[in-house]
């Protein structure tokens, strides 16, 4: 049997990886500014969550939702107080799609309403109501395009608002910062005014926060640094560094009843032993700060006075969530950053490259990319001229 070909390869095999390095299988060393998609939080085997993966395995990976789980309960616990959101409760999955897909369902059950609002360019992920809520009719399937969704431009509150009027919708998604479109912020006006929107329309207010969460933007969730609080909040990626988890962070408002979601391996031992090590991890090396600190870095050498470095026409994002938007003709950059300069980023269209590194990178790994930047712009520059 072969592999079903959905994804485009680079021909590189990593084999093995520490902190923000890896070495491929002919012992070519790169540094990791992508975390395989801002998955990798608290780097590659860090010693603490290799350990206590280990110690957990010798003693049991896996038993369903049928029993008592204390880590689940100590994961829960944990997270509400590292996120400001004790008060609220958490349902344990495997995937971003699926934090959201729950989410969607949480606010229908509770609203008992059924059209959901989204954003233009927004990406949630790729099951049924995950990808109904994503602006990219190339991934939704036929039967994927049935569910009531309604797609508002993208921080244009006043269209948003127009449209909760009716009363009809269940809730409304949006992501901390859009990731896959590019890196785009929502403004602060636009959250609270959806957020004032879904009160006095009865809609909850779902953020999506699986790629900007767990501290990647210089606070443990995007939406924080505007002050609002959401009635559902998803996460995944950086939540155990690579092991398969999702997480729904809901509401007290929302009532649970028994059946009402539910899962075969969401919340086993094996992920929420890792989930508890990325917290330990991001807690004792105060991770959101260094996403503060090397995002600043990263802000001060890339965009200095607020003028992006050549060729980059738009510096965007916060903390560890960076976009560069380059100038035409310098699509080729990520694939020179890889091959020759050995840096892997992450990329969204042709001319938009994302650095989504671990949040334990220093200062000196991100003067490395910095460096290596500066020296590809300054020989296509020069390339340029000789032509
Ligand atoms: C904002 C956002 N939501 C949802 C998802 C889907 O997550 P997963 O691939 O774990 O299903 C992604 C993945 O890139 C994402 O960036």
């Not at 403004?187 to 329309?201: E, N, P, Q, T």
Request: with cysteine; glycine share 12%.
């Amino acid at each position: 049997m072969d592999l079903f070909k959905v994804y485009k390869l680079w021909d590189i095999e990593p084999v093995r990886g520490l902190g923000t390095t890896l070495w491929d299988s002919n012992g070519v060393e790169y540094t990791d500014l992508y975390g395989g998609h801002a998955v990798i939080s608290v780097g590659h085997c860090h010693p603490h969550y290799v350990a206590m993966i280990r110690e957990q395995l010798g003693k049991l990976g896996f038993y369903s939702n049928a029993v008592q789980n204390s880590l689940q309960r100590e994961l829960a616990s944990r997270l509400g107080k590292a996120s400001g959101y004790d008060d609220y409760s958490l349902f344990l999955c495997n995937s971003g799609a699926e934090a959201n897909e729950n989410a969607l369902k949480l606010a229908s059950f509770h609203t008992g309403r059924s059209r959901i609002m989204c954003f233009s360019k927004a990406f949630h992920g790729r099951t049924s109501g995950a990808v109904a809520v994503t602006d990219n009719a190339a991934l939704r399937s036929p039967f994927n395009s049935a569910h009531k969704v309604t797609c508002v431009p993208f921080n244009d509150i006043g269209s948003a608002e127009e449209e909760l009027k009716s009363g009809e919708y269940a809730g409304v998604i949006v992501e901390g910062i859009q990731g896959v479109s590019g890196i785009h912020e929502p403004s602060a006006d636009f959250l609270k005014g959806l957020r004032d929107a879904c009160d006095r329309y009865g809609s909850l207010l779902i953020l999506d926060e699986i790629q900007s969460g767990y501290g990647r933007t210089g606070m443990f969730f995007a939406h924080r640094h505007c002050g609002i609080r959401a009635d559902i909040v998803t996460v995944a990626k950086g939540m155990a560094n690579g092991l398969p988890i999702g997480g729904v962070l809901i509401s007290p408002a929302v009532e649970a009843r028994y059946g009402m979601l539910g899962t075969t391996f969401g919340g086993n031992h094996l992920v929420c032993t890792a989930a508890l090590a990325v917290l330990d991890i991001i807690e004792n090396e105060h991770l959101v700060e260094n996403a503060a600190k090397v995002g600043e870095f990263f802000r001060k050498e890339l965009c200095p006075g607020g003028k992006p470095l050549y060729p980059i026409r738009e510096y965007r994002g916060r903390g560890l969530m960076i976009g560069l938007e380059l100038e035409d003709g310098h699509e080729d950059m990520r694939d020179r950053l890889l091959f020759e300069k050995h840096f892997f980023t992450g990329a969204a269209g042709a001319r938009v490259i994302r650095l989504l590194p671990s949040l334990t990178i220093s200062e000196q790994t991100a003067a490395s990319f910095v460096e290596a930047f500066r020296s590809l712009a300054e020989e296509g520059g020069a390339a340029k001229a000789d032509r």
